[in-house]
């Protein structure tokens, strides 16, 4: 029945808890419960989320037609320079972040992280590196794109580039705040019954996830020093006319920001790998194999970041190097994919949200890994690099990988969040039109790339006028389909069916306490019983959980 | 399995009630805890370190034509002070553990003084410097890189002194209650490592 001992001495109506419920004035306090710092997390990076769509859908406007006619060429700039950073620093990376938050202390049975202040550090950081990038919309916006290249970014404007450089600062310092408590809390804090092969597979993921956050992000916070130094000191290290080499910019900033995809993806295939079982009714398929492969990406990502620069003048043994280590990123990937396809598969299969949204995330982040295996080939990379082709590639990963992702893990959790549930009806609305809009708007790109339409610019040629449209189309049915999940997410949070302290019959810890869990989680250590994944295995021990129905909302 | 595998020195009875009361940093990892920081932080110095080696790698000339001899007496002298601390600084960690907090004290004093010379003596060479922030790459990655490091020493300084500080009171560390001063000495040692790496960096190769 669960996988919980809890001594009879203890009864249920005796709980400590009861005077200490969570009052809402907590979520704007700095508050280091882990469950809270999750909610917040969760909360702030989707109306970044939303601030960084709107720009999305404004970019779109401008790119409906071939002239800059929308608004100008230098504001578009700063809109495309604001919408890549706000969706990578301030969505998908906190968002991941906000889940490993609320889930690693639940799903390892303690109490906390290991250490909450910090933690809660970390979060506020986000909210004030987040306000000093979007003081930029007031002051001057950057205009030089995520990457920030010099010596382009050294000519774009002081203030908008000094300020992107500091809020990224700010950013990183938080990433790698929070990746020291993931890191730790996973090693150190398991419930003593839980070995490190009894661990759910998104604990796996986020270590290999936090480990890449320990490596990489320092190396961008070096680089972003050194940019700091050349803007506003005016020495010479990325200018070549002063001396200096803007490749070596390059080298270290993909040294983090490639490895910030797999940041980025990593919790994701975590969460992935935990719904699919849950609404499959069936044991992970390769266990043992997804949680490796994880460590492998997490380590093969560290060292394939110059494919990014096959056209920056890296000599051709080193593109080799490159081109080869990013293919073999496939393999371990692969072996992902497979082993969730292994999983649905002959399952009893509950085609709830949470499932739309996971199938979704396979079936969409697949092509987004072809098109990444197809670009890491030198050849091809030279003829699209700086195209569509590249635009539409990372949105496949990054939207339909962690876009669909996060919302899987949205429904899923959100009974455990809240201990209410999500209206099923709307979810497969949100789904039908985040698909449609998704794939209509990202699609085309494709062919827009090797056409050769150039990325990055508010204008392009006439003939790629009819294809655009139809992108332009798309991201705004994307734009309308965060309408029914927003109205269904605030509904459903205050007035929606109570869900029970564990809905889908799911067997890992953070559904064997209350929905939503006590303030300590926990009463008591708990004790594991079965494995995190055991559906349809008989124990003798327990009543079987597979043998019951999961509960579906209306 | 059993019931009795719970803990019962956690049972629920013990819990404060005060909503997030107990939430503080758990006392078992923090040295852990800043040894993953530590590495964290070592990635910014391996970065700046490795950017330092492809500037002089891309430049014909390193350092570049017209970059004024370096004076090796003083850093020399700097740097087997901030050697000597690493030892010193560790009798303090061995007194601490024999509960000698007079010691320690002591030993983390002596510290303290070596590495305020050590800071001092830097911005000395800065001021007899021929060269600038600005003056060609060279320069500018000597100055980022010593003024970078040189922050870690001002903050390992304020570490120590916060040891002091704290050890005032009587009994405040103890041999088996130390984390502050240990915390500070593997800071100190962290940031002596990178210095000697700096040192054969800028100053000899």
């Given at each position: 029945m669960t996988q919980v001992d809890i001594?009879?001495?203890?009864?249920?109506?005796?709980?400590?808890?009861?005077?200490?419920?969570?009052?809402?004035?907590?979520?704007?306090?700095?508050?280091?419960?882990?469950?809270?710092?999750?909610?917040?997390?969760?909360?702030?990076?989707?109306?970044?989320?939303?601030?960084?769509?709107?720009?999305?859908?404004?970019?779109?406007?401008?790119l409906a037609t071939p002239p800059s006619d929308f608004v100008s060429p230098d504001f578009y700039n700063g809109m495309l320079t604001l919408h890549g950073t706000i969706m990578i620093f301030l969505w998908v990376v906190p968002a991941g972040a906000g889940l490993a938050n609320y889930l690693i202390p639940l799903m390892i049975g303690a109490k906390d992280m290991a250490f909450p202040k910090i933690n809660a550090l970390a979060f506020w950081m986000i909210v004030a590196g987040g306000a000093l990038l979007l003081s930029s919309f007031w002051l001057e916006t950057p205009q030089s794109g995520w990457t920030s290249y010099p010596p382009l970014s050294l000519v774009s404007g002081k203030v908008g580039e000094g300020i992107w450089i500091f809020s990224l600062l700010i950013l990183g310092t938080s990433s790698i705040l929070g990746a020291l408590n993931f890191v730790v809390t996973i090693i150190k804090m398991r419930v003593p019954s839980m070995g490190i092969y009894q661990m759910p597979l998104f604990c796996w993921s986020m270590l290999a996830a936090g480990l890449l956050i320990l490596t990489g992000t320092p190396v961008l916070a070096g680089a972003l020093i050194l940019l700091a130094f050349d803007l506003l000191a005016g020495t010479a290290f990325f200018n070549p006319t002063g001396g200096g080499d803007p490749v070596v910019y390059q080298h270290m900033f993909w040294f983090y920001s490639h490895p910030a995809v797999y940041i980025m993806i990593l919790p994701l295939f975590g969460a992935i790998s935990e719904i699919l079982p849950v609404h499959s009714r069936k044991p992970i398929f390769g266990y043992r194999a997804i949680a490796y492969s994880s460590m492998i990406i997490s380590f093969l990502g560290l060292i394939v970041w110059a494919h990014h620069m096959f056209t920056s003048g890296t000599p051709a043994w080193l593109r080799m190097f490159f081109m080869i280590a990013t293919m073999i990123i496939a393999v371990p990937t692969g072996i992902k994919v497979f082993g969730w396809l292994a999983t649905i598969w002959g399952g009893k299969i509950q085609l709830n949200s949470a499932m739309l949204f996971a199938l979704g995330f396979i079936a969409t982040f697949v092509i987004g890994g072809i098109t990444g295996v197809m670009i890491a080939s030198?050849?091809?990379?030279?003829?699209?690099?700086?195209?569509?082709?590249?635009?539409?590639?990372?949105?496949?990963?990054?939207?339909?990988?962690s876009v669909f992702g996060i919302y899987a893990a949205l429904y899923h959790w959100f009974p455990k969040m809240t201990g209410r549930m999500m209206n099923e009806t709307w979810g497969r609305i949100h789904f039908?039109?985040?698909?449609?809009?998704?794939?209509?708007?990202?699609?085309?790109m494709h062919e827009l790339g090797l056409l050769g339409m150039n990325r990055r610019v508010a204008m392009y040629d006439p003939r790629f006028a009819d294809l655009n449209v139809l992108c332009t189309i798309g991201s705004y049915i994307l734009a309308v389909s965060t309408v029914p999940f927003?109205?269904?997410?605030?509904?459903?949070?205050?007035?929606?069916?109570?869900?029970?302290?564990?809905?889908?019959?799911?067997?890992?810890?953070?559904?064997?306490?209350?929905?939503?869990?006590?303030?300590?989680?926990?009463?008591?250590?708990?004790?594991?019983?079965?494995?995190?994944?055991?559906?349809?295995?008989?124990?003798e021990a327990l009543e079987s959980p597979s043998t019951d129905t999961p509960v579906l909302s209306s | 399995m059993q019931g009795s595998t719970i803990d019962t020195a956690q049972s629920p009875l013990n819990y404060p009630s005060e909503a997030g009361g107990h939430h503080e940093d758990h006392p078992d990892h923090r040295i852990f805890g800043i040894l993953v920081f530590l590495f964290a932080e070592g990635m910014i110095f391996a970065g700046l370190f490795l950017a330092y080696l492809t500037f002089r790698a891309v430049t014909p000339v390193w350092p570049p034509a017209g970059t004024p001899e370096r004076e090796l007496l003083l850093p020399g002298i700097n740097t087997l002070i901030l050697i000597a601390s690493s030892f010193v600084l560790h009798r303090g960690d061995t007194a601490i553990k024999n509960n000698d907090t007079k010691g320690m004290r002591l030993w983390f004093g002596i510290t303290a003084v070596m590495g305020a010379i050590f800071l001092a003596g830097q911005l000395y060479e800065y001021s007899n410097l021929e060269f600038g922030l600005k003056t060609n790459l060279y320069a500018s990655t000597f100055y980022v890189l010593t003024g970078f490091h040189g922050l870690h020493v001002l903050f390992g300084l304020v570490l120590i002194l916060a040891v002091l500080w704290r050890s005032r009171q009587e009994g405040h560390y103890s041999s088996s209650s130390h984390f502050g001063i240990e915390a500070a000495e593997i800071y100190w040692h962290f940031v002596d490592v990178i210095w000697i790496i700096l040192f054969l960096l800028l100053y000899l190769l």
């Open positions: 001594p009879a001495s203890v009864p249920a109506q005796s709980s400590p808890h009861a005077e200490a419920e969570r009052k809402w004035t907590d979520f704007f306090t700095f508050n280091s419960d882990h469950k809270v710092i999750g909610i917040q997390y969760l909360v702030t990076s989707f109306v970044f989320y939303l601030i960084g769509g709107a720009l999305a859908t404004a970019i779109r406007t401008e030198v050849p091809f990379d030279i003829h699209v690099h700086d195209t569509y082709f590249i635009v539409a590639h990372i949105h496949y990963v990054l939207f339909g990988g039908g039109l985040t698909f449609v809009g998704m794939n209509l708007t990202f699609m085309p927003i109205v269904n997410a605030l509904w459903s949070w205050f007035k929606g069916k109570l869900a029970g302290d564990n809905p889908w019959n799911a067997l890992t810890l953070e559904w064997q306490t209350t929905s939503p869990p006590a303030i300590e989680n926990f009463e008591g250590v708990p004790v594991l019983t079965t494995g995190p994944y055991d559906y349809g295995k008989t124990n | -």
